[in-house]
Structures are given as structure tokens and as C-alpha cells.
């Protein structure tokens, strides 16, 4: 069974750090590339970071220097570190997979998404 499981939401104050973490299972991890995404209230779901199989990674420009994303193969696990946060980055944080498995002699792809989690920053 395929799961995404997050955690370390919740409300935190400005400036202070998060640690998001996803933690999966049912697919092959490190063939996929893990992203984090969130949406805040009124606007379209949009990508913060992602992470690629090998390890190299990407930030929209409005985290950059303050958000850091990693991976741990060994525990199937993606982490999202968040750092001075703002009211801004106020929003639902949801972790995706997307890669590709084999189902019996066919690659297909699959896009897998966490249940999402509430980050609040207070103004």
C-alpha cells in the first residue's frame, strides 16, 4: 500500500524554524523525485523544492536561503527544513512523489501526493 505520511506541522512564530518530514512507503523511493508543494488560501498549489534522485535540488525564489530539502533513501523519507519564517509561508505543505515503476514488463509512471499539513505564521 502506497503512503505518505507527514509530519511537523503546526503553528510557529516569525523567524522560527520547522522541520517538515514525509515518510513513505509502497514504492521504490529513490527512483522518485520528492518535492514539497504548498497552497495558502485563495491561490494555486505551487511548488517550493525539490529534490532530484541523485540529489540535486531546486528552490522557488521566495524560500531561497531559508528552506532546505533532503532526502534519506535508507528511511524513505523526505525532509523539508524551514528557517525564518514568514507570515507568507503561512499555508497547507503537501509532499509528492513522481517517478516511474515497473508493472510487469511496462514503466508507468506515477505521481503520489502526502495528505498535507497546516504551517501557520503568525503576522
Known amino acids: 500500500q502506497v503512503q505518505l505520511v507527514e509530519s511537523g506541522g503546526g503553528l510557529v512564530q516569525l523567524g522560527e524554524s520547522l522541520r517538515r518530514s514525509c515518510t513513505t512507503s509502497?514504492?521504490?523511493?529513490?527512483?522518485?523525485?520528492m518535492s514539497w508543494y504548498r497552497q495558502a488560501p485563495g491561490k494555486e498549489r505551487e511548488l517550493v523544492a525539490f529534490?532530484?534522485?541523485?540529489?540535486?535540488?531546486n528552490y522557488t525564489d521566495s524560500v531561497k536561503g531559508r528552506f532546505s530539502i533532503s532526502r534519506d533513501n535508507a528511511k524513505n523519507t523526505v525532509y523539508l527544513q524551514m528557517n525564518s519564517l514568514k507570515p507568507e509561508d503561512t499555508a497547507a505543505y503537501y509532499c509528492?512523489?513522481?517517478?516511474?515503476?515497473?508493472?510487469?514488463?511496462?514503466?508507468?509512471?506515477?505521481?503520489?501526493w502526502g495528505q498535507g499539513t497546516q504551517v501557520t505564521v503568525p503576522s
Open positions: 509528492n512523489a513522481n517517478g516511474r515503476e515497473w508493472k510487469g514488463r511496462t514503466l508507468v509512471p506515477k505521481v503520489l
Open positions: 509502497g514504492f521504490t523511493f529513490s527512483n522518485f523525485v
Open positions: 529534490i532530484s534522485r541523485g540529489g540535486d535540488t
